[in-house]
């Protein structure tokens, strides 16, 4: 709907300046305070973003405007227009001048985006030119004598009821004309005094013009008033700048926010109620013929040619890979309209909602741990940011380092905090770098329960806190010992337990400074009378000391087997519910399992195994199922001084401390058969 008038060639002081200015610095928005001097803070290390193009011209051709409705262009192809459909990138009229000798002025198209209104000129006269955009039809002209002070041509725009069209005088003889959309004749005038610049509003039908006064050659007094259509002022606003500046053109003017254009063709943007604190420019890059023009998205957040920038804190949060030279932005649509083609700004519209940085707590020195950054959106959709899209620090990076692939290397120990920015968005996150315990594990010895763990790597542990409950996972802040089990001793004995009542474990780290490391892997124990485990061919459960009803291998669905008559189980699981150990030799394809003071070693696919270091031989050797290891039940379950019993009606396999008198009886076999 805005008119968007044609430039003429000026050479003036203020364009000299500009050019030296552009010259001397970085291309780019430039975005400056004018009430401070400053320029926003841009950080370099922000990824670009590459906007899609859904309409394209050439480089020669340029768009002058774009129909509310958003289907039809407005194309400036050197001396001539032409109108082009948008979905189909595809000319639809080329305009006919009303002479050879006359020159495009301005343009505006209807409200409803049925006709488009546009003015030319020559030497003596102003050429208006009415088409119906569904029939692509001339219905209207009109020739006016140019030898007038009262109209130079220039349409301002149509009103929202789609009955007047806005023009105006020569501009230093101060003269708003309103036409009547249909006969294109004068309807009234109204004369508010001398302006530099005029623009129409049509959300409000409210005429905006700008005055600048040059007070002593180096600054300037700058008015802004608005009028309705009668010629009553509405508005007056008055500032002032402390150099020299010929304002030109209009841009736009919204909720008291006015973007205009110099004749050197920087660009100010300025906020009319509290100039003092919005009050912003950016030059014209005459390297680049680029303009940068500013312009609202959400919020704090402007588009700047090729950057975007928050008001509020001054600063560039995000850049664009080129600049498409946006001048205006079709917020229905997610659309930007720039210089040579139309672009989705749909990722520069949506408003950041959350960000969520995915990474543990902890993270244990000496290793690297990948970073995940996912923004939620007012759209209601989320995206998983790549690395370099956002803005990523470490409060320390000598404890918690950045590297250039978008993972994080532990250092040292310590609290650090993350901080991830996105489109201004920032969210933060405290992580603990340590030494993590590890290699817990029980047995039970007599009437207590006897834990054991590897020594730490770190140096500057001063002791370890041991946690147990008797409900899995569910641990209270309270050690079960007030005072730490000594750096240097590695074990710790459990005497308070009860019979047949299942204990678990976890211990932690005490640091020099105080401060607790995460909690180790945990462990299970039961000091019993009778321990006892069932299982069952085909069944990927079993049941521990009567009440435990488990997985044998948890999410797998692994089932114990019978091969030539032998029964192969999955046997970590078994070991360590009676309290044992099983460990694997990678490079010997060796299990080693140890319960109490018995270890049994067999080797995969192999008939040979040892027995506390005596050689014997295997019927069945030790096998792989779905990546699993299943080793002889009964062989490994009696050299480690343990009764297995077998029941063939059910299938039954029934491990225990003790031998039992009859299995279908006892409680362990009954829950199996009957979860």
């Known amino acids: 709907m805005k008119n968007k008038k044609m430039r003429y060639a000026f050479i003036s ?70 109108l082009w459909d948008i979905e189909y990138n595809q000319k639809l009229l080329d305009v006919d001048r009303a002479a050879n000798t006359t020159f495009y002025l301005a343009a505006s198209f209807y409200p409803d985006s049925s006709k488009i209104i546009l003015s030319s000129f020559d030497y003596n006269n102003i050429y208006y030119t009415l088409i119906d955009l569904n029939t692509l039809k001339t219905i209207k002209t009109k020739t006016e004598y140019r030898g007038t002070y009262s109209n130079d041509g220039t349409i301002l725009g149509v009103t929202n009821d789609g009955k007047n069209i806005i023009t105006t005088g020569i501009t230093g003889y101060g003269i708003i004309n309103i036409l009547d ?51 009553k002022m509405l508005k007056t606003k ?91 932005i079709l917020p229905d649509k997610k659309q930007g309209i ?37 923004v939620s959106f007012d759209d209601n959709t989320k995206k998983t940011l790549k690395y370099g899209e956002y803005e990523i620090t470490s409060s320390n990076v000598r404890t918690l380092f950045i590297d250039n692939d978008g993972t994080v290397s532990a250092r040292n120990t310590g609290t650090v905090t993350l901080t991830a920015e996105y489109f201004g968005f920032t969210v933060e996150k405290k992580i603990q770098v340590t030494v993590l315990p590890t290699k817990l594990t029980a047995k039970t010895v007599g009437k207590t329960i006897e834990l054991s763990w590897l020594k730490p790597s770190a140096t500057n542990i001063s002791g370890y806190y041991v946690y147990r409950t008797t409900e899995k996972s569910k641990y209270s802040d309270t050690p079960l010992h007030d005072i730490p089990v000594k750096s240097d001793v590695l074990k710790f004995v459990d005497d308070q337990v009860e ?10 780290l005490v640091f020099a400074d105080g401060t607790l490391s995460p909690a180790s892997n945990e462990v299970a124990a039961i000091v019993a009378t009778n321990r006892i485990l069932a299982m069952q061919i085909d069944n990927p459960n079993m049941v521990i000391n009567e009440n435990e009803y488990v997985e044998v291998d948890p999410g797998r669905g692994t089932v114990p087997v019978i091969k ?10 078994i ?44 019927d069945v050797a030790p096998e792989i199922f779905n990546e699993r290891t299943f080793v002889p039940v009964r062989f490994v379950t009696e050299n480690l001084k343990l009764n297995v019993e077998w029941e063939a009606t059910h299938s039954l396999i029934v491990i225990s401390e003790k031998p039992i008198q009859n299995i279908l009886e006892c409680n362990e076999v009954k829950k199996l058969l009957n979860p």
């Open 13 to 82: 002081v203020a364009m000299i300046i500009s050019l030296i200015f552009t010259l001397i610095v970085p291309a780019g928005a430039l975005v400056t305070d004018v009430t401070t001097g400053k320029e926003f803070e841009n950080n370099k290390n922000l990824a670009e973003i590459t906007l899609p193009e859904i309409f394209s011209l050439s480089w020669r051709d340029e768009i002058e405007l774009i129909s509310p409705d958003g289907k039809t262009a407005l194309v400036s192809e050197g001396f001539n227009w032409s």
């Open 181 to 231: 959309s249909s006969t294109l004749e004068l309807k009234s005038t109204f004369e508010p005094g001398f302006y530099n610049a005029a623009y129409f509003d049509e959300k409000t039908n409210q005429v905006v013009l700008l005055i600048s006064e040059n007070k002593d050659g180096s600054s300037t007094n700058i008015t802004v008033k608005i009028y309705d259509l009668s010629g």
């Open 238 to 328: 008055n500032t002032s700048m402390e150099y020299y500046v010929d304002f030109h053109t209009i841009i736009y003017f919204e909720d008291d926010y006015i973007c205009f254009e110099s004749i050197s063709q920087d660009i100010y943007f300025m906020n009319i109620d509290n100039v003092k604190d919005t009050f912003l420019y950016t030059f014209y890059n005459y390297v680049n013929s680029e303009k940068h023009f500013i312009l609202p998205l959400h919020g704090d957040l402007y588009l700047t040619g090729d950057e975007v920038i928050n008001l509020k804190t001054k600063t560039v949060i995000a850049k664009l890979s080129t600049n498409p030279e946006i001048f205006k």
């Open 338 to 374: 720039g210089k040579n083609g139309i672009y989705d700004i749909s990722i520069l519209l949506r408003k950041v909602t959350n960000i969520e940085l995915s990474i543990p707590e902890y993270v244990e020195v000496g290793y690297s741990q990948p970073l995940s950054v996912t």
């Open 499 to 508: 019979p047949d009542k299942q204990y678990y474990y976890t211990f932690k």
């Open 564 to 573: 030539n008559n032998r029964t192969l189980v999955p046997i970590r699981a």
């Open 575 to 618: 070991i360590e519910a009676f309290g044992g150990t099983v460990e694997w030799n990678g490079d010997e394809r060796e299990i080693i399992m140890t319960l109490g003071e018995n270890t049994v070693n067999m080797w995969l696919n192999s008939h040979k195994a040892l027995v506390n270091g005596e050689e014997k031989t295997l």
